[in-house]
């Protein structure tokens, strides 16, 4: 599935011969559109409370009451908008409202009924400023309902670009989104805000129309992602296999390299070679006796496990007092994969530019070192984040957290991963997925990203427990052995 920004709605806007752009041309599709997925979602109600701000999306609300009215339901209009600032296709939707369609202002407004559907058409993509006056009471009040919310194109108050709450934003139960599904309802706060989602084309021939326009963000569904996991070839070795080298585990962090160990054993590397400080390397072989292992000081012996390594793994658990930057220089021109996580990207060099095949893995606040911001100015907008450190570093970048984005150094279109949930937002998550990634590097796939398809399978693992137990409490372990099960069987279920 594609995903756009608010601004190719514009540019796609601007391709429509302007009969549509009328009244009686997108809006009444649209109406048409959200009578439909009433009928089939919310047979049982016939109680329609629909709050119009001032802009196109009041107008949406304004010919969908029409509809709804001449369909039988009991329709209450919730003005927000001052008449004068509407536009002419606004004004057209208004006037054309039968009389028994109810207009009252908030002030009227004395209460609504628990069975009744609250229709959120006040900003749409309109918004932009912090949320204040009478849209944020209106919205403040929705919100303290236990009524079912449906939101017209956009949960009134998110940013249309970056996703994120402008101060006060709908929390609809159900957003029916038109023309183009758009990235702000998967990213930062539109996950939580947008409930279900119902892509309405409207406009037809819409795919030949979408030909200029360049897809900011692309999903897939599990359904393609499964068949990718495949037996294994019966005639197979240990060299058929990842062979990985992992360079973590500082002084006090026995545990991030441990996990990424057990993740590498279960899900198929071939040869594990381990450096790390000397106070872990028994721990190492204590738990994993078929580890490789070194000291992380010992260079000769790291020279020869990097030789030796197809895939290398740098940073779960490393502390300062690794030279990371030392190591990696000579690196970054080579021809190895390379995963560089945790402590390798907040202590690293801003200045190496990496021609190897190389993939950042960081959480936001690990976004943010290598971008000298904040991990909530990252969270403010993750795919431009995600984005910059691609093209900046010339890596591919795993942005982590709820919409895990994957972007390129040399694309405009990045992915995202639908699938995870809050269970998996605890410590040692992050060295798991960075193991994922080495071991799914070298394997033969069917999809030409194993990037891509190892954050799926880390996703689809979790959301496998979560169906099962529950979201609280997930144990990283937890989630190596549902990777495990979902290879071994092709199954997320």
Do not use: W
């Amino acid at each position: 599935m594609d995903y756009f920004l608010a601004s190719d709605i514009q540019s796609l806007h601007a391709s429509l011969p302007s009969e549509m752009l009328r009244e009686d041309g997108l809006m009444l599709q649209a109406a048409k559109a959200t009578i439909k997925l009433l009928q089939q979602k919310y047979s049982k109600c016939s109680n329609l409370y629909i709050f119009c701000g001032a802009g196109n999306n009041a107008g949406d609300g304004y010919v969908l009451a029409r509809l709804a009215a001449k369909k039988n339901y009991v329709v209450t209009i919730v003005e927000l908008g001052n008449r004068k600032s509407y536009s002419p296709n606004v004004v057209a939707a208004k006037d054309a409202l039968p009389d028994k369609v109810e207009k009252i202002t908030l002030s009227q407004l004395k209460d609504i009924p628990e069975k009744a559907i609250i229709v959120d058409a006040i900003l749409g993509i309109g918004a932009r400023a912090p949320i204040q006056g009478v849209i944020k009471e209106a919205i403040s009040l929705i919100n303290n309902r236990a009524n079912i919310v449906i939101s017209l194109d956009l949960p009134s108050g998110l940013d249309p670009n970056t996703g994120r709450v402008l101060g006060e934003c709908i929390t609809a139960n159900h957003t029916i989104t038109y023309l183009l599904n758009k990235v702000c309802l998967v990213v930062a706060d539109g996950i939580d805000k947008a409930g279900e989602i119902t892509v309405a084309g409207l406009v037809p021939d819409l795919d030949k129309r979408m030909d200029n326009l360049c897809p900011r963000l692309h999903s897939y569904q599990k359904s393609e992602i499964m068949p990718i996991f495949k037996p294994r070839k019966k005639n197979s070795h240990k060299g058929t296999y990842p062979n990985i080298l992992v360079v973590a585990g500082g002084k006090g962090y026995l545990g991030a390299l441990l996990l990424v160990l057990k993740t590498t054993a279960k899900l198929g590397a071939g040869v594990v070679r381990v450096a790390t400080v000397s106070e872990n390397i028994i721990g190492v072989l204590a738990i994993f006796p078929h580890a490789i292992v070194t000291d992380i000081n010992d260079k000769k012996m790291l020279a020869e496990y990097t030789e030796k390594s197809t895939s290398i793994i740098v940073g779960p658990g490393i502390t300062s007092e690794i030279c990371v930057n030392e190591y990696l220089k000579p690196l970054s021109h080579s021809d190895k994969n390379i995963i560089l996580d945790a402590g390798a990207l907040r202590m690293l060099d801003s200045s190496l530019y990496f021609k190897a095949r190389v993939i950042f893995t960081p959480h936001p606040g690990e976004a943010g070192c290598l971008l000298g911001m904040s991990a909530s100015e990252v969270q403010a907008n993750r795919l431009l984040a995600a984005k910059t450190i691609s093209k900046k570093f010339n890596v591919i970048c795993v942005l982590k957290g709820a919409g895990t984005i994957i972007s390129y150094p040399n694309s405009e279109t990045a992915d995202i991963c639908p699938y995870g949930n809050p269970g998996m937002a605890i410590a040692g998550m992050g060295d798991i997925l960075a193991a994922t990634i080495s071991c799914l590097l070298g394997q033969d796939l069917t999809l030409e990203n194993p990037v891509l398809v190892a954050v799926y399978l880390h996703a689809l693992a979790g959301d496998k427990i979560a169906n099962i137990e529950g979201e609280v409490g997930i144990e990283p372990l937890e989630v190596i052995e549902s990777m495990h099960s979902i290879l071994n069987n092709h199954r997320g279920d």
